[in-house]
T-cell receptor, first 113, second 113 residues
Framework: QQQVKQSPQSLIVQKGGISIINCAYENTAFDYFPWYQQFPGKGPALLIAIRPDVSEKKEGRFTISFNKSAKQFSLHIMDSQPGDSATYFC????????????FGDGTTLTVKP | KAGVTQTPRYLIKTRGQQVTLSCSPISGHRSVSWYQQTPGQGLQFLFEYFSETQRNKGNFPGRFSGRQFSNSRSEMNVSTLELGDSALYLCASSRRRAANEQFFGPGTRLTVL
């Protein structure tokens, strides 16, 4: 049973465009939803995270939108740059079980110059 | 502050052998989690340690084990290696008060021949 479903699997965006990656979860006990960015040969790096008491969080060009009733959340990358080309993972965890994160399958983003 | 370090970075073993991987968390972080990353299965949770105690365990066979030392450094061991154990093994650390916020190391790339 896949608890966190991520789409699309791959995404190609022009420089300056908006990249949107979506995730859906099943377990309503999840209360922490981070996004990670991973470059080849590196470990995932925490990008931005949200808790279900807010519907949106913005940090620079990165925004998380959260829809609790639909059990969905998404990452928006504004003004996408070639340096943003990486694999992005959504994840979810439960605060009482915080060291265990459940990850989506990842989205490979390519930003064309 | 130094990040999470993992040693070795690359390892080649043959079937049936055993392997030990090491992880040093960020200074002050007491929680260490291990994940296996493969192209087919994505990021899968192995186990989590806090204060030298295993707090969570994923759905992996008993060949996978770990431990944590009093200085929060952690090791994971895989015995009787199988071809399917070839993967990137990632370690993540977090602070007790923000345990959801995980910081990943670069990983150990294990190849089983």
């Amino acid at each position: 049973q896949q608890q966190v479903k991520q789409s699309p699997q791959s995404l190609i965006v022009q420089k300056g465009g908006i990249s949107i990656i979506n995730c859906a979860y099943e377990n309503t006990a999840f209360d922490y939803f981070p996004w990670y960015q991973q470059f080849p040969g590196k470990g995932p790096a925490l990008l931005i995270a949200i808790r279900p008491d807010v519907s949106e969080k913005k940090e620079g060009r990165f925004t998380i939108s959260f829809n609790k009733s639909a059990k969905q959340f998404s990452l928006h990358i504004m003004d996408s740059q070639p340096g943003d080309s990486a694999t992005y993972f959504c994840a979810a965890s439960i605060s009482t079980n915080a060291g265990k994160s459940t990850f989506g399958d990842g989205t490979t983003l390519t930003v064309k110059p | 502050k130094a990040g999470v370090t993992q040693t070795p970075r690359y390892l080649i073993k043959t079937r049936g052998q055993q392997v030990t991987l090491s992880c040093s968390p960020i200074s002050g972080h007491r929680s260490v989690s291990w994940y296996q990353q493969t192209p087919g299965q994505g990021l899968q949770f192995l186990f989590e340690y806090f204060s030298e105690t295993q707090r969570n365990k994923g759905n992996f066979p008993g060949r996978f084990s770990g431990r944590q030392f009093s200085n929060s450094r952690s090791e994971m061991n895989v015995s009787t290696l199988e071809l399917g154990d070839s993967a990137l093994y990632l370690c993540a650390s977090s602070r007790r008060r923000a345990a959801n916020e995980q910081f990943f190391g670069p990983g150990t790339r294990l190849t089983v021949l």
